[in-house]
């Protein structure tokens, strides 16, 4: 929304800086996003009067015109414009003057000078327009030599409003931001004037009737006829408001229409009266397939799920969005039907969607427009058509109203106000600030009144008689109410039942003390009703006018007691509140030692997406039936790239390797942690297990001077994946031979914890290696963490510091090439038994220098007993025993 | 005698002030005070002096030679084991300045670092972290959260969806709902911090992103007000932008919060005094807060008569921008080494 802050005071006084208005309503929630000048930099240009013009001798395009610039002065001044007459008012770029991006002065064009320019509307910045010179409307108080910008309504700021969705609906117009400041900062509204000189003996219902189809979509139709009006351009005052507001100047009656809208928020549409078939406006939905042309002149296909207005014969606008080619206002046009509508925001919504039509119009429909401001718009518009364009007014309105809003009753304690804020303020304050909003603070005493004379007779609002009921009486003044006396009586039963219903509310509010009693006899019972029971301190009865549809329930009342006092005066303080031993779930702690294990065994975590294009899968060569291939699908993705969710960690990392080593940073140690998503057969919802993933290239440590190159390995990742779950305590944890397609057939091993595999880790296979357009070899584990949560030590288990001295043995054998070390490793630590402290191979060896299909291994163990020095008459057995348990797997033993 | 034995002193002094080899102070040792030394042979040869005084002063003599050539030959030794170091040392000087041996440094992911310390700040004042899941239904993101189906605010939130009912979460208030039902089940004082991914529906730039994170805290109890709001995000404001930082407050909507207000803290920049990044203004928007709406109180299985509450929510990746200056929110996804390693 867009706020010319000189408009904006036609209809508040508040004594204000534009900048200070923009941070006062900024810091009370009406945020003002931007503050900007609405002169784009032209500077003493001025209203120029041509008296005279000719031909240049020597261009066939200019022309040379004298032009009236003030005091007594003609300047000659050339333009290449062709829409330039003798007598036309027009902007005059004088020497010395300015516009966006230049100073003028004389300059000579084939031989003849020019004393500046003549300007047009782009020239100028005020609009698109750069064909001809802007003419200025034939006005009395237009003089030559007054200040272009002052004319054109530059010398203004615009304040650019981001609203959020409360406020949107009511701040869209100025008015409704005039409601606002004046709240906020004071001021009194200036409420715009909305009689109509009606011309005598007529009578809008002999014109035109209406008919509401769908009154879920349309709540409110009100037509208004003008007569004999003659089409032209608007006054200058109008162009730059309607400019102001970002829009642009078409004729006098469109622009009447847009400025309503703009100053009191209520879309207009305007139809050519003589062209409605029939007498007669139809709401309804669109038939399937029926075709419509809209004023932009395309044709549009339309169904049901359009709502359309129509004459006798067929569509004549898509409601709230756009109006037809055929019954469009044009320089013809002498009768002019003016529509004040409500229709439903979603469907409208949704009809400008899918019709890529955005307009003001729908995006205040969207947003919500009070269906008690219909009558008053549709005045302000005939009114303003009368006086602007000519023509009468025809008498009365035609007002079809089938499902009323009315102004809503809401309660507030006050104790409660101030219990939730924080802040201390007296009822009488809060009044004052619902007060300030437009809204009417009564008592419960009020509304016991008015339910003890019960429902009033509804016939004709005119004979109605208000007195004794405040209540009612108040919902009658908070905002417009219908004056056809059959949207009256709906809208008086709609009324009454909000009125009882709050009565109802308020019984039970008192009900602890009163009984079970509901209605006036209860609340009365409550002690005069003055004061509520018990903690709710005093209760408000809060008559909230329509515009604020915003406003349903107590803490809506609250919200808005609080910003007019301000956020800033809310006190600050430190919560009391029992004292709790926070901290993280058990998953969260380990998830958090997990990681700082891996960044301090030197990787550094990576964060990559969760929504991957399911070629990942086809890169990875994964079978057609692998599990991972069943992923979640988004039904409205963003980009192909994210349009699955990742069922695996490894794809994301692979993309992490390859953006790097293509950037040349190819040493690589890096990890993730994260949550994966996989399908639940006959489950909503997936699971979402967290993984691990790792992947180790290049060189390990980052190459120095004096470091030997240590290329990433098999080793060097299962070495990672032993740290962390040794960092984390992890018990039975087992590496098996596995036969993975995405890992080298011979380098690839699965993590078992507990027997149960969890995960993989291995080179990966250079087929896939090559598809993802790796260079080189990478080496790649990923596995689930939950599994590692539940092995967990939960403590480290202490072993007392030995006291007594270990004795090491070296043993060296040769065995089968395929005889796996972890067999080894175990006859070893079975057969040493309990003084058995450690074995550590610390030599492998294979090739020449032994015998083919073999391969040497070299461990070194050290025994001790905790409470006496070991003999070797003690040990002798003991590591004998070891020596025969490795001979019987088939070791060739060397020492 | 004595003559002999004053030539066989001069004599081995003068040697011994010649060595420059340590092995060589050995040798010397030997030939001249060994069994087998010229000095030994003349001292041999006392028994057969004639007077006892002779003998006597002799023998007070060859010892104070053998005391003299001993001391010349520990302090020569001393002397030469000094030079020695002294040269080794010299020898094995080296140039400082030449780089360490390089040590493989991890790195943890930066935005998980900055969730980390908020974190803490509100562990330390005794809050659980809470976390939920991504995929959510309908119910969890949006109907419990007081934003019924054709409520504007889904707009604003543009979804990703897996079916009608199913999506994937756009903030991590189902956390609320899911704590509030699941973990709490009516029970206060409820103290949550809720970090965690979400996804929108957005293109991506700059400062655009479909997948990000959310820190969003929630409290319940009896008698919870805006002003202890106030205070709490004061706290976290100063843990992690340091002890000068002021919150502001300003009136906002939001559809699970009423009164709902926008959070500020002043500019980290400028003090507060106005700059380009506040773009003037000396306050910087950091995310939304209020008191926990009825609707949603009663969705959680809570009596709004009987209890309010506070939440609030912004994003971590904007603190870590703010924090270190980012100017890029992809670079929290793309794995360029030459980002994270910086942290």
Request: glycine share 10%; proline share 6%.
């Amino acid at each position: 929304m867009r706020v010319s802050y000189n408009w904006l005071m036609d209809y508040v006084d508040v004594d204000l800086s534009p900048q200070e208005l923009a941070e006062r309503l900024t810091a009370r929630g009406v945020v003002v996003e931007n503050l900007v000048s609405a002169n784009p930099g032209v500077e003493g240009v001025v209203v120029g009067r041509v008296v005279a013009m000719e031909r240049h001798p020597n261009a066939d395009t200019l022309w040379v015109c004298q032009v009236d610039v003030g005091g007594g002065e003609v300047l000659q001044i050339l333009t290449g414009a062709q829409n330039v007459t003798v007598g036309a008012l027009v902007p005059a770029a004088v020497p010395g003057s300015k516009l966006p991006g230049m100073t003028m002065g004389v300059k000579k064009l084939r031989g003849l000078d020019s004393h500046g320019m003549l300007c047009s509307e782009a020239e100028l910045k005020v609009g698109d327009d750069e064909d001809g010179i802007l003419i200025l409307p034939p006005e009395e108080d237009l003089e030559p030599g007054m200040d272009i910008a002052e004319v054109l309504g530059l010398n203004d700021w615009i304040l650019e409003l981001d609203l959020t969705a409360n406020y949107a609906a009511h701040c869209q117009s100025m008015v409704g931001v005039a409601q606002e400041v004046a709240a906020l900062v004071g001021g009194e509204v200036i409420a715009p004037e909305t009689y109509t000189e009606d011309a005598p003996d007529t009578d809008v219902n002999d014109l035109i009737s209406i008919q509401i189809d769908t009154p879920d979509l349309c709540s409110r139709y009100v037509a208004r006829v003008v007569r004999g009006v003659k089409i032209g351009p608007s006054p200058q005052w109008l162009q730059a408001r309607v400019r102001a507001a970002g829009m642009r100047p078409i004729n006098n009656i469109v622009d009447i229409a847009n400025f309503v809208m703009l100053e009191m928020g209520q879309p207009l549409h305007t139809f050519d009266y003589q062209k409605i078939r029939g007498q007669k406006i139809i709401v309804r939905r669109a038939h399937s397939g029926e075709r419509f042309t809209t004023l932009d002149g395309q044709e549009r296909v339309l169904d049901e799920n359009v709502l359309v207005i129509a004459d006798a014969e067929g569509p004549v606008a898509l409601a709230g969005v756009m109006g037809g080619e055929d019954s469009e206002v044009t320089d013809e046009t002498v009768d002019i039907l003016i529509e004040s509508a409500h229709f439903d925001n979603i469907n409208n919504r949704r009809t400008s969607l899918r019709y890529n039509l955005p307009s003001e119009a729908s995006k205040r429909f969207t947003k919500g427009v009070d269906p008690s401001g219909c009558v008053a718009a549709a005045d302000r518009a005939a009114q303003l058509i009368a006086e602007l364009a000519g023509g009468m007014v025809v008498a009365g309105h035609v007002d079809a109203y089938p499902r009323p809003t009315v102004p809503s009753v809401v309660l507030l304690r006050t104790e409660r106000a101030n219990g939730l804020t924080g802040l201390k303020l007296s009822p009488e304050r809060m009044a004052a600030h619902l007060q300030s909003l437009g809204m009417v603070v009564l008592k419960p005493a009020d509304l016991a009144a008015d339910l003890a004379l019960g429902a009033p007779e509804t016939g004709e609002e005119a004979g109605e008689d208000l007195s004794g009921r405040p209540v009612w009486t108040a919902m009658h003044q908070v905002s417009p109410v219908p004056s056809d006396p059959d949207a009256y009586r709906t809208w008086a039963e709609a009324a009454w039942a909000e009125l009882e219903a709050a009565g109802k509310r308020l019984a039970s509010l008192m009900g602890a003390g009163v009984g079970a009693g509901v209605g006036a006899g209860a609340i009365e019972g409550a002690g005069g009703g003055l004061v509520g029971a018990g903690d709710a301190g005093e209760i408000l009865v809060v008559v909230v006018p329509t515009r604020r549809s915003d406003i349903a329930i107590e803490v809506d009342l609250i919200e808005e007691i609080a910003r007019c006092e301000g956020y800033d005066q809310i006190p600050l303080e430190l919560p009391v509140l029992p004292s709790t031993r926070g901290g993280r779930t058990r998953q969260g702690e380990v998830k958090l030692a997990a990681r700082r294990a891996l960044a301090g065994a030197g990787l550094t975590e990576v964060l990559t997406h969760s929504l991957v294009h399911p070629r990942v899968y086809d890169l990875l060569g994964l079978p057609e039936d692998d599990p991972h291939r069943r992923f979640l699908t988004l039904a409205n993705p963003m980009y192909d790239d994210r349009s699955t969710l990742r069922t695996m960690l490894l794809p994301g990392v692979l993309d992490v390797v390859r953006y790097n080593v293509n950037r040349q940073i190819r040493d690589l140690a890096i990890f993730e942690i994260s949550h994966v998503y996989r399908p639940v057969e006959g489950e909503l919802l997936p699971e979402e297990p967290l993984m691990v993933a790792l992947a180790l290239t290049g060189n390990l440590a980052p190459l120095g001077w004096n470091s030997p190159e240590r290329p990433a390995d098999f080793f060097a990742l299962k070495g990672v994946v032993e740290h962390l779950l040794a960092e984390l305590g992890v018990q039975g944890a087992r590496f098996e031979r596995s036969e993975n397609s995405v890992l080298h057939p011979g380098r690839q091993a699965a993590l078992l914890i507990g027997g149960e595999p969890v995960g993989y880790l291995g080179e990966l296979h250079p087929t896939v290696q090559e598809r993802w357009e790796l260079p080189g070899r990478v080496y790649v584990a990923e596995f689930a963490f939950a599994p590692l949560m539940d092995a967990m030590l939960p403590q480290a288990v202490y072993r007392p510091v030995p006291r007594f001295p270990a004795v090491a043995r070296d043993v060296a054998m040769l065995v089968d090439l395929d005889l796996p070390a972890d067999r080894l490793e175990a006859a070893i630590r079975e057969a040493g038994g309990g003084l058995l402290e450690e074995v550590r191979l610390f030599d492998v060896y294979q090739g020449e220098r032994v015998a083919e299909g073999k391969r040497s291994l070299a461990y070194h163990l050290v025994y001790r007993a905790a409470d006496r020095t070991l003999t070797d008459a003690e040990l002798e057995p003991v590591h004998n025993r070891v020596r025969e348990a490795l001979k019987a797997l088939g070791a060739e033993l060397r020492s | 005698m004595k003559d002999q034995l004053l030539k066989l002193r001069d004599e081995a002094l003068a040697a011994i002030a010649g060595v420059s080899d340590a092995g060589a102070i050995q040798e010397m040792r030997v030939r001249y005070l060994g069994k087998k030394s010229e000095l030994s042979r003349v001292l041999g040869g006392l028994g057969k002096l004639p007077t006892v005084e002779e003998r006597r002063a002799m023998g007070a003599l060859g010892n104070e030679i053998k005391q003299a050539i001993t001391q010349a030959l520990d302090a020569r030794e001393a002397e030469l084991a000094a030079a020695e170091l002294e040269a080794r040392l010299a020898a094995e000087r080296i140039d400082v300045t030449l780089p360490g041996a390089p040590v493989r440094r991890g790195h943890l992911h930066i935005l998980y670092q900055v969730i980390h310390r908020i974190e803490e700040i509100f562990i330390a004042m005794g809050y659980e972290v809470a976390e939920s899941r991504q995929v959510e239904t309908d119910w969890y993101n949006f109907e419990a959260l007081n934003i019924p189906k054709g409520h504007p605010a889904r707009d604003a939130q543009d979804s990703l969806f897996i079916s009608d009912e199913v999506l994937l979460r756009t903030h991590t208030s189902n956390t609320q709902i899911r704590y509030m039902l699941e973990v709490a089940k009516g029970r206060t004082p409820v103290k949550i911090i809720c970090p965690g991914r979400v996804f929108r529906r957005d293109f991506e730039d700059a400062t655009h992103a479909m997948m990000f994170h959310q820190v969003e805290g929630l409290v319940i109890d009896k008698g919870i007000t805006l002003a202890s709001l106030k205070g709490a995000l004061t706290e976290m404001a100063r843990g992690l932008f340091g002890p000068d930082v002021g919150i502001r407050l300003r009136p906002s909507y939001f559809p699970f919060t009423e009164p709902s207000a926008e959070m500020d803290i002043s500019c980290i920049f400028c003090g507060g005094k106005g700059c380009r990044t506040c773009k003037g203004s000396g306050w910087i928007e950091i995310g939304g807060s209020g008191m926990v709406h009825p609707n949603v109180l009663r969705a959680g299985g809570y009596d709004p008569e009987e209890v309010s509450g506070w939440a609030f929510g912004y994003g971590p990746e904007r603190v870590a921008m703010l924090m270190y200056g980012i100017e890029d929110i992809r670079h929290f996804v793309t794995g360029d080494m030459r980002f994270l390693r910086q942290f």
